[in-house]
C-alpha cells in the first residue's frame, strides 16, 4: 500500500446562516433597486445551499465591524478584514487539524512536516506556524504555506504531501486548507459579487497524510496520480485579487459554460489515459463551485445521477468554503457505507486561471 490519507477532520465557525434569510438581508441594503433584489433572489435561490457558516457573529443578528445598528453592511478597509482573519483563521487551521489527529490516532509531537493553504488572509509568521505553536508540533517541523491558488489549493497541498512521503516514507504530513470568505462580504449590484456573496461561506479541514500503515480499522484513502491543467478560456472570468475594501472575486456567468465545452476532453486526458475509461470511477469529488459547476460536470462527463451525491451534500449543507471544501467531500467519501474496499474515487477542483486539479484516490477499507 502506498502513501495514504489516514484520516480528514474538519471543522466551521459557530455562527449558521440560514440561506433564505441572508438573501432577505441582503435584498435589504441600501441602494438595492427592483432589478437587483430580483437577481440577488435568484443567485440565493437557485444556489443549492441550505446554509452556510461564518465568523461574523452580526451576519446573524446584532451590530459588529461588518452590520451597523440599522442592519446595513459596512465597508470595512483590507486592513481591518485582515485582522480578523488573523485572530479568526488560526482557531479553524487547529481545530481541523485536532480532528484530523485524533481521528488517525496520531500525536501532534509526531508530525513531522506541515502544509497549509488559504486565500482569504495573509499573515507572518503564518497559519503553519501557528499550527507548531497550537498543537505541540515539534519546531523542527519542516512547513510549506500554499497562498491564493483558490479553491483548488487542497490537490496542491495533499500532492505536496504525496511528493514528502516519496522522499522521506517515515514522515508524517498534516495537510491543513483554512478559508474565511466571508471577511470580503460586500453590498453590490454587480452580478458577479451577488454570486459570490450566495455561495461562499467559512471552513476549515485538515488530513494526515503518511506512507505508513493506519492506526487502527478504519478507511483510509491511497493517494494515486495528481494533474493539473490550464483551461484554453477562463482567465479574465475567474479571479482574485486584492483591493481597498477586501479581497475582490471576478467569477463570470462564463465559467460554468467553459467548464461545460472543455471538462470532457481535459479531464478524460487527465484521469482516463493509462487508468481505464472515467466508466470505472466509481464516486467523484468535485468541488463544488457551485451549482451551475457540479451541473455542468455531470453534463459535460455524462456522469451517473448519484456520482455527484457527496459534493452536492456539501454545497447543501456548508456552501463553498474554497479551498477546504473538497475535503469535506473526501471525509463524507470515507465514512460512506455505499462503497466497498477497492472503490476508486476521482477528485476535481477549478482555481483561477482557469486552473483545472484533478486527483486519484483509492479507498481502503481493509488493510
Known sequence: MGTLIHSIGTATPPHRLSQAETRDFFIAQPGVDRLAARLIGAAFDHSAIDSRCTVIGELTG????????????RVPTTGERNAVYRSEAPALFAAAARDALERARIRA????????????????????????QDLGIPPTAQR???????????????RTAANICAANPGAVVLVACAEICS???????????????AVFADGAAAAIVSASPARGDFPVLELGEFGTAITAEGEGDMDWT?????????????????IGREIAGVVRSMLGDGAGPLSSID?????????????????????????????RAVLREFGNMS???VLFILQRILASDLLGDGARVAGLAFSPGLTVETARFTLRKTQ
Do not use: K, Y
Request: proline letters at 7%; one cysteine or more.
Open 62 to 73: 446584532g451590530a459588529g465591524p461588518f452590520v451597523d445598528e440599522s442592519g446595513h453592511l
Open 109 to 132: 509531537a509526531e508530525v513531522t512536516h506541515v502544509v497549509t493553504a488559504s486565500c482569504t488572509g495573509f499573515f507572518a509568521p503564518g497559519p503553519d506556524f501557528r499550527l507548531v
Open 144 to 158: 510549506v504555506h500554499i497562498g491564493f491558488m483558490g479553491c483548488a489549493a487542497a490537490f496542491p497541498a495533499l
Open 183 to 197: 471577511l470580503h462580504i460586500r453590498a453590490s449590484r454587480d452580478p458577479e459579487q451577488i454570486v459570490a456573496s
Open 242 to 258: 486584492i483591493g481597498d475594501q477586501g479581497f475582490e472575486m471576478r467569477l463570470t456567468s462564463e465559467v460554468p459554460r467553459i
Open 283 to 311: 464516486t467523484w469529488a468535485v468541488h463544488p463551485g457551485g451549482r451551475s459547476v457540479l451541473d455542468r460536470v455531470h453534463t459535460g462527463l455524462d456522469l451517473p445521477d448519484v456520482a455527484l451525491d457527496d459534493s
Open 323 to 325: 479551498s477546504a471544501t
